[in-house]
């Protein structure tokens, strides 16, 4: 082995340096080129003070980057305050806080493959944060990219930007893209409508989880030129939750000029909650704690897990019904949220914003549980949804796909009803201001079933999550040649439409834009060579639960 240098403490069993000597320049066995500390841990000037990332495979990763000061205490419930300046280089290498949060039960299957409660970082109030990977920490003018700001899932209770799953080295990669990740305040910490309470600090309360979004995207909007990103062409863009905080994005005066393209994988939100029903939502929380009068300081001051013990309290009561938790989310403050998302047409302030709206086949399957359901219980199934037509509901569904089990039979009713017609809503809606000279809306529907436990999940909710951020390698997904044509497609897709406003690339066919006369979808199904674009996929089964 050859020697090592004097200034340097150790090497390892690679025979690789494991510490800087004492010039800056690394020295690296085997004849490789010395690379310098710069070139490892790469430092980039914001616009609060100096962050060191680390390099991970020629992409620059900065993680745990404070976006918002920490909402506990005094700031709890409150809108987001600024980060304040620091000085020096602060490191930026691990993941930050995410949002407290009670974790889904892993012994469920599904809960386990969709891994958004796999997620490094620590439970704390102090959790906006976000992650950043980019090709090149410069701020170059001229190769500025796209930036994509994925938006995480787990309804507006759940999950964070840290999961593994929305590891954005890969796409960054693939598509020479700026990826962000980022945490908000969830459930009772990020949508509590403490507003008749009479306490005017807490106006916003039932929509600061938003805010911290919009905070977000402004801080964005400030720095990410220095990471590489051109500000004036920002993505934002999710899957379930991370749809339905799209949708409401689309909304916020607030937010309106900080995203320039918006994408709602299966979770088309039309409207938010009504300020009757989250003031009650409200009013039992508080006093479920026993606060009495006044409560507002008692509960900036409470433990946080003494708060997120009495919101799972709540949450249980959705859980139980084999539902997400709704007790908490966003409100009609006239404010923050002025409007409802799409109801009863796409928001006007953002009619300059194109937008995807995508779902998959089967996405009620995580809610389904007897895979060993049979005819009896399809058609019974049905009798619950549509009585004395359940038999000719059944034969429509089983002449689609004769091959499919009663349970993904169960869970195609099911999304039918749900995740599909609110997106054909939401498309519909922002197909009309298009036609009125508003930007675009584009259409996907993914049916190819997830491998997991042999397919017997169908096409479920999320299985399409990871080839839009060409990481096939979890979960839903497999390793395998026609999962990576398949994620380069689709990520292919994203990445055309955050770097112009127009998802078409050379990976997929030509994908009109959504029209009501045409209903242009593009459709992924099979193999790779099998995606194809398509006039209203499906219209048999839009028209009948249209018409219901």
């Not at 994988?265 to 939502?281: F, N």
């Not at 951020?469 to 292919?492: C, K, M, T, Y």
Request: aromatic share 8%; proline share 7%; charged share 20%.
């Amino acid at each position: 082995m050859q020697q090592q240098p004097r200034s340097t403490p150790f090497l390892n069993r690679r025979g690789l340096l494991g510490a800087a000597v004492a010039t800056g320049a690394l020295w690296c066995a085997r004849g490789a080129r010395a690379m310098t500390e710069g070139e490892i841990f790469p430092v980039v000037e914001t616009a609060n003070g100096r962050l060191r990332g680390l390099m991970s495979g020629g992409i620059a990763v900065f993680k745990g980057v404070h976006y918002g000061a920490d909402t506990s205490g005094a700031n709890r419930f409150m809108p987001p305050a600024p980060v304040a300046r620091w000085a020096g280089v602060r490191d930026a290498t691990a993941y930050g806080n995410y949002a407290p949060q009670m974790p889904a039960d892993r012994r469920r299957a599904y809960a386990d493959l969709i891994m958004y409660d796999l997620q490094p970082g620590g439970m704390g109030e102090d959790c906006l944060v976000m992650n950043i990977w980019t090709p090149s920490a410069s701020p170059s003018g001229r190769s500025r990219r796209p930036v994509m700001v994925h938006l995480h899932g787990g309804g507006y209770y759940a999950g964070s930007g840290n999961s593994p799953q929305f590891d954005g080295e890969m796409l960054a990669r693939f598509g020479d893209a700026v990826v962000v990740t980022l945490n908000h305040r969830l459930g009772s910490f990020g949508f509590l409508d403490l507003s008749g309470l009479g306490d005017a600090r807490m106006a916003q309360s039932g929509a600061a989880g938003m805010l911290d979004i919009v905070a977000a995207l402004g801080w964005i909007k400030e720095n990410i030129a220095a990471f590489g990103g051109d500000p004036s062409r920002v993505l934002v863009f999710g899957q379930s939750g991370g749809g339905l905080k799209t949708s409401v994005l689309m909304a916020m005066p607030s937010a309106r000029g900080l995203f320039h393209r918006a994408g709602v994988m299966s979770g088309s939100g039309l409207r938010v909650a009504p300020q009757e029903a989250s003031r009650k939502a409200a009013g039992e929380f508080v006093a479920s704690l026993g606060l009495g009068k006044d409560p507002i300081a008692r509960l900036q001051a409470l433990p946080m897990h003494t708060l997120l013990a009495a919101q799972v309290t709540m949450e249980n009561a959705d859980r139980a019904k084999g539902e997400a938790p709704r007790a908490f989310s966003p409100v009609l403050d006239g404010t923050a949220i002025a409007r409802h998302p799409f109801d009863p047409d796409a928001p006007a302030l953002s009619a300059a914003v194109p937008m995807i709206v995508g779902t998959t086949l089967d996405e009620r399957a995580y809610r389904r549980i007897d895979f060993n359901a049979d005819e009896a219980a399809l058609l019974k199934f049905a009798e619950a949804r549509v009585g004395d037509d359940a038999r000719r509901l059944v034969a429509m569904y089983r002449d689609e796909d004769p091959s499919a089990s009663p349970y993904v039979l169960q869970a195609r009713i099911d999304t039918d009803m749900t995740f599909r017609r609110a997106a054909q809503l939401q498309a519909e809606r922002k197909a009309a201001a298009a036609a009125a000279g508003a930007a675009p809306a584009y259409a996907y529907l993914w049916k190819i079933p997830s491998p997991a436990y042999g397919g017997r999940y169908g096409a479920p909710h999320g299985t399409d999550i990871g080839p839009s951020l060409h990481d096939i390698r979890h979960g839903l997904n497999g390793p395998s040649a026609e999962s990576v044509r398949l994620a380069d497609q689709l990520a292919g897709a994203w990445v055309a439409f955050a770097a112009t406003g127009d998802p078409n690339n050379a990976r997929t066919p030509q994908w009109p834009a959504y029209t009501a006369q045409r209903r242009g979808t593009l459709v992924f199904e099979g193999d790779s060579s099998r995606t194809r674009a398509e006039d209203d996929p499906r219209q048999a089964f839009r028209t009948y639960w249209a018409a219901r």
